[in-house]
Nanobody, 124 residues
Framework: QVQLVESGGGLAQAGRSLRLSCAAS?????????MGWFRQAPGKEREFVAA????????FYADSVKGRFTISRDNAKITVFLQMNSLKPEDTDVYYC????????????????WGQGTQVTVSS
């Protein structure tokens, strides 16, 4: 069983920054090919934000966050970060990190473990 715990959400003004963290723990060694961040607003589908390969640091971003958000990872601690700069009110959502055995996939269905989510609210 893989457990993912997000932290770092909160309230920020437009134009400011927040940094999310996702710490993974497992009772056994598990294969991890990529980790991703998604976000979801009430009543809407979960939206892909960014993904990072745990093997070669390759990354992929949604167009809506490209150039503003940066995903990174610490393999030794199995931790993934999402640095969010130049925040906009439309970035307000619950953010989830997730584990996938696939490489840099944008499909939520390809992720098998999810964190509980952390709220990010951006005021104008």
């Amino acid at each position: 069983q893989v457990q993912l715990v997000e932290s770092g959400g909160g309230l920020a003004q437009a134009g400011r920054s927040l940094r999310l963290s996702c710490a993974a723990s497992a009772g056994r060694t598990f294969s991890t090919y990529s980790m991703g961040w998604f976000r979801q607003a009430p009543g809407k589908e979960r939206e892909f934000v960014a993904a990072v390969s745990m093997s070669d640091c390759s990354t992929f971003y949604a167009d809506s966050v490209k150039g503003r958000f940066t995903i990174s990872r610490d393999n030794a601690k199995i931790t993934v970060f999402l640095q969010m700069n130049s925040l906009k009110p439309e970035d307000t959502d619950v953010y989830y990190c997730a584990h996938s055995r696939w490489m840099l996939t944008v499909r939520a269905g390809d992720y098998d473990y999810w964190g509980q989510g952390t709220q990010v609210t951006v005021s104008s």
